[in-house]
Structures are given as C-alpha cells and as structure tokens.
C-alpha cells in the first residue's frame, strides 16, 4: 500500500511538474471533508489526470513537439481574443 500511494504521489508530482506554471498549490482548509459524491467525483478527476500522464509519457519528442506547438497556438488564440473582449473590437471570424 505504501508503495502505492507513493508512485500516485510521483505521478501527480510529475503532472504538476509538467504544467505550464510548474507550481504545485497544496492547502488544507481545516473541517471541510469532501462528501462521498465529491470524493468520488475527485477519484475520477485524479485517475484521468494519472492516464493523461501515462499517455504523455509514451509520447515521441516528435509528437511532443507537435502538441506543445498546438497547446501554443491555442494559448495565443485566446489571448488575441481575450485582449478583443477586454478593447471592444468587433471579431474579425471568416
């Protein structure tokens, strides 16, 4: 069991690691305890995070290039359009 937990641990750690921000937040906010439907609910969350991170780990350089330059596009793409939202200019879709 603890050789478990701690390969979950490693695996999470890495997932954070290898986030854009590379910042783990870590809190404890003192007497809320997740209700049966929360914790299930972050069971899922946290098992699609560890298969993400088992998918990107079987990624070649080649593909994860590839992603990286669409994750970038994609950020640039929001961020154009976000600066429009917060100026008021018209959206120029074709």
Known sequence: MTD???DSFTSLLAYY???ESGEI????????VPSD???EELRKELAEAL?????LAQLSP???KAMEGAASASRLRRA?????DTTGEA???A
């Open 4 to 6: 478990q937990a701690r």
């Open 25 to 32: 937040t870590v809190g404890l906010s003192k007497g809320t």
């Open 80 to 84: 154009k359009a976000k600066h429009k």
């Open 37 to 39: 439907q929360q914790a």
């Open 51 to 55: 298969k993400q991170h088992q998918i």
């Open 62 to 64: 080649e593909e994860k």
């Open 91 to 93: 959206s120029s879709k």
């Open 17 to 19: 690691e290898s986030r």
